[in-house]
């Protein structure tokens, strides 16, 4: 018999972070976010629904062509009007991929064919750096998957980028209506890291280079989920500009989680100077370290709808895990 334990590489530390981030994404193919009609010869229709395309789909491909992103459309369309071809489409649904054809119709009013589809190509939004890890530069943040915001469904992404954000205002959240951060950031301001996955976990990659909280300095070490402690703790994050501050709250329940698991404890807002600003937890919250006994142990990552005081956070082991970074030993025992 063997016993297996499992523990923490010894000197594993992370940055925390806390810094207000500007999150940009590619997504993979193009992204259909609707059907519309096209008033043509025979009536309206909507060639795309006609081609049982559906509302989330992925265009991958059109007539043997790569599609990486909306420019890359409308010359093939523009192209199949004149020769009066149809379009052979590669679809992604899912996890699986579809072969569909697509007949443009000629719109009325202006002329030009058309497939009768809302498509996009980007989604941008704000979030919270959560850690770094000091040697590789592998970053975590946010703590959920980024979602389109029309489907609904997690963004597959091609690539994408995080800057710096700046706070401007704060809209207050109440029970039964979260708040939200109000921020700005530009796309050319400097790119602060890369984004190559989106999961349900968070936005991961890899900084360009060191960045600094401004209010600890030093790498921590961070807590498994079987050693996080009911009882107080502390969030960094931002409420005003792109300063990063600590406030206070309570872990009021946390679970175990042998395996990768969302929503691994239930954090509440004790911080008096935070609930004036906030009442809470608010959208843009959404990744702020969690820290306890000096130890990263995860991040804010949703609110209670009807506490806006109150939310989930996830444990930090499944965010590195999810970032590529190597932290368990194992210790066997002979018995």
């Not at 040697?135 to 389109?148: E, N, Q, R, T």
Request: hydrophobic letters at 35%.
């Amino acid at each position: 018999m063997k016993k297996v334990n499992v523990s923490i590489l010894d000197d594993l530390k992370v940055a925390p972070g806390g810094q207000s981030i500007g999150i940009q994404l590619q997504t993979l193919g193009v992204l259909v976010v609707g059907h519309h009609l096209v008033n043509g010869e025979e009536g309206k229709v909507s060639p795309g629904e006609e081609a049982d395309i559906e509302v989330g789909d992925v265009i991958l491909e059109i007539n043997g062509k790569e599609v990486k992103k909306m420019d890359d459309v409308k010359p093939i369309v523009k192209e199949a009007g004149k020769t009066g071809d149809p379009l052979d489409l590669v679809i992604k649904r899912g996890k699986d991929k579809h072969e569909t054809t697509l007949h443009p119709v000629k719109n009325n009013t202006d002329g030009e064919y058309q497939i009768g589809l809302y498509i996009r190509d980007s989604a941008a939004g704000i979030g919270t750096m959560t850690f770094y890890e000091p040697d590789s530069k592998k970053y975590g943040a946010l703590g959920h998957v980024i979602s389109d915001m029309d489907t609904k469904k997690p963004i597959e992404i091609m690539d994408g980028s995080i800057v710096n954000s700046t706070i401007t205002s704060i809209q207050k959240g109440n029970n039964g209506s979260p708040g939200e951060k109000q921020a700005t950031f530009s796309t050319t301001d400097k790119k602060l890291g890369n984004i190559t996955k989106n999961s349900p976990f968070g936005v991961f990659g890899v900084l360009e280079e060191a960045i600094d909280n401004g209010i600890q300095d030093k790498a921590l070490p961070i807590a498994l989920s079987h050693e996080v402690k009911e009882g107080p703790a502390q969030i960094y994050t931002v409420v005003e500009g792109e300063k990063v501050e600590a406030f206070d709250v309570e872990v009021i329940n946390s679970a175990p989680q042998k395996y990768p698991a969302t929503k691994g404890m239930i954090v509440q807002v004790t911080d008096k100077e935070l609930l004036d600003k906030t009442g809470g937890i608010v959208q843009g919250m959404s990744g702020s370290p969690i820290i306890q006994d000096g130890k990263v142990i995860g991040a804010v990552t949703h609110v209670f709808v009807n506490d806006s005081t109150s939310g989930y956070g996830v444990h930090i082991e499944w965010m590195m895990q999810e970032a590529g970074i190597d932290i368990y030993k194992t210790e066997e025992q002979a018995s």
